[in-house]
């Protein structure tokens, strides 16, 4: 479809380009504007995607507002032509998708390569990359702009994801979305593996928490994770969506260091706090990788790393004390248990069919592992979730317990994922028998 604007559009909006400056930004006044009355009603006869309702009202002049409507605001942020404005708005009105990008700081990292994985990547941005991929000089025509220290967040490693998504079909909706999910529903349900962050976003979080983090920090006695993750910030790309401001640098975690100038003078200097770390070179990106996100693909489809062993994964990440813990245990749990419409499909021996399912859980993951030494780890681990859940009196979980559940949850999925790699079209049945079958034997042969 071409980007070329009608002129009928250029003529409905050639009036604004009459009216006097800083008109107040609210609904009250730019509806009862006869150009913008006249504007929305050529839109909503011309385009799909206009609305007739007083849903498309906010979203139609915060457009006109963004792509630089002189009547709008002061004169200095809008130097934009009518021709251009008009390019801009067909554009918006006729497209059907856009690319949403996900930033994400990584606070408290340390050194952490640049690398490149599926649609996400780690990088460092200038202020002024910043400021370009926000869009801040657009979005300084908003009366209701909050500025932001870009200086300060360019002292940050980010993680970015970006994701090619469509777009509803009516621009009501996408700046609204009570809308496009609707009333009728229950706003007291649970959703069971509900992520606070978007789907694409959790994914490349996934694979990014597979590498060992926790062999590769300074300081595994006091915290594995090598960085926290505090706010993820959508960027829209679409002049009708409802785009927020990005947080503040201060919500983040900053740190106080002295230095002596040549002159033996003291000075404070402000800047972000690290979690140590000692990764080696290219160690990442051998780990996380394109490749790597194919195979987690494959596995997600194949229902071998399912949507409860994900959330978890990512649940232990974002936690801490019991929770961590748990979670962590629930991920190997979900990868090895037996999910109920396999139970009578497994064709069990006597002995395994005595062994409960937790029991066969421990050996598969002794196959998986190909280490007998797992089987006592997990047992220990499975002890600790007994007397938590079961309420017993219990003492505090060691450090030691907390990493190796990390650990042994990280290797589960990247055990999958070497099977994968190595049999791609594999199914559950075929995984939990053939790792059952594998951990029994390598128990009774180290024994």
């Not at 994801?161 to 777009?167: G, P, Q, S």
Request: hydrophobic fraction near 40%.
């Amino acid at each position: 479809m071409s980007n070329t604007p009608p002129q009928d559009l250029i003529n409905a909006l050639t009036p604004f380009w009459q009216l006097p400056p800083q008109i107040c930004f609210d609904l009250n006044t730019v509806k009862t504007e006869k150009v913008f009355c006249d504007l929305k009603a050529y839109c909503t006869a011309n385009y799909e995607t206009m609305d007739a309702g007083i849903f498309a009202d906010i979203p139609l002049a915060r457009a006109l507002c963004l792509v630089g409507v002189p009547c709008f605001g002061q004169s200095h942020h809008h130097a934009s032509t009518v021709t251009s404005v008009a390019t801009k708005v067909h554009e918006a009105l006729t497209r059907t998708t856009t690319t949403k990008i996900y930033l994400c700081p990584l606070d408290c990292a340390d050194h952490i390569e640049q690398i490149s994985f599926g649609n996400a990547e780690i990088r460092e941005f200038s202020a002024s990359e910043l400021e370009e991929l926000l869009g801040h000089q657009q979005f300084k025509r908003l009366s209701y702009y909050k500025k932001c220290d870009l200086n300060a967040l360019s002292e940050f490693k980010w993680l970015v994801v970006r994701e090619e998504v469509d777009l509803h079909p009516k621009i009501s909706h996408r700046a609204y979305g009570f809308l496009a999910t609707g009333l009728q529903r229950d706003y007291g349900a649970i959703k069971p593996y509900y992520q606070h962050y978007p789907d694409a976003f959790n994914l490349s979080l996934f694979g990014l928490l597979l590498a060992p983090w926790e062999e590769w920090v300074t300081h595994i006695e006091i915290e594995w994770k090598a960085f926290h993750i505090k706010w993820v910030h959508t960027v829209e790309n679409d002049l009708f969506s409802d785009q927020k401001n990005i947080p503040d640098a201060d919500t983040l975690t900053w740190d106080y260091s002295y230095y002596n100038d040549e002159n033996g003078n003291e000075h404070e200097m402000y800047h972000p706090f690290t979690l140590s770390t000692s990764c080696p070179q290219d160690a990442l990106s051998l780990i996380v990788n394109n490749q790597l996100m194919v195979d987690i693909n494959i596995a997600i489809n194949n229902n071998l790393i399912n949507e409860a062993a994900r959330h978890h994964f990512i649940k232990a990440f974002l936690s801490d004390g019991v929770d961590e813990f748990l979670a962590h245990i629930v991920v190997i749990d979900a990868c090895l248990g037996e999910p109920r419409e396999l139970e009578k499909k497994l064709n069990l021996t006597k002995y395994e069919k005595n062994l409960k399912s937790t029991g066969r859980l421990k050996y598969r993951l002794v196959g998986l592992l190909e280490d007998s030494s797992v089987k006592a780890s997990i047992d220990s681990l499975y002890r600790i979730r007994s007397e938590y859940v079961h309420g017993r009196d219990m003492a505090d979980i060691s450090g030691a317990d907390k990493n190796l559940a990390r650990a042994l949850a990280r290797k589960t999925l990247l055990g999958i994922i070497k099977i994968i790699q190595r049999t791609p079209k594999v199914n559950k049945l075929e995984l939990l028998t053939l790792l059952l079958r594998k951990g029994m034997n390598n128990l009774t042969d180290n024994t």
